[in-house]
């Protein structure tokens, strides 16, 4: 008759363990993010790429005007 209890207590702590498991890689997870550090190198890729073509506009614009001054 005593195998009933133990057996729903063992039961009992093997879902509170599950939770607390589960909660612990919530929390980390959520803490540090999922960005893989190739993500993180895409999106400086990315930000870099739209940089140089921002310069590469200005520097386009800078030339047409100067070319309208020479005219």
């Known amino acids: 008759m005593e195998a009933r ?4 207590q063992l039961f009992g702590s093997l879902l509170v ?3 607390i498991v589960a ?6 997870t959520s803490r540090f993010g ?3 550090a190739a993500e993180r190198e895409a999106q400086e890729e990315r930000i870099e790429q ?5 310069e590469q ?9 100067e ?3 020479r005219q």
Request: aromatic share 0%; glycine share 0%.
């Open 57 to 65: 506009r200005q520097d386009a614009r800078e030339e047409r005007m």
């Open 34 to 36: 999922s960005t893989s």
């Open 5 to 8: 209890p133990h057996t729903a």
């Open 50 to 54: 739209r940089q140089e073509l921002l």
């Open 67 to 69: 070319e309208r001054e």
């Open 23 to 28: 909660v612990a890689i919530a929390v980390v």
């Open 17 to 19: 363990a599950l939770a």
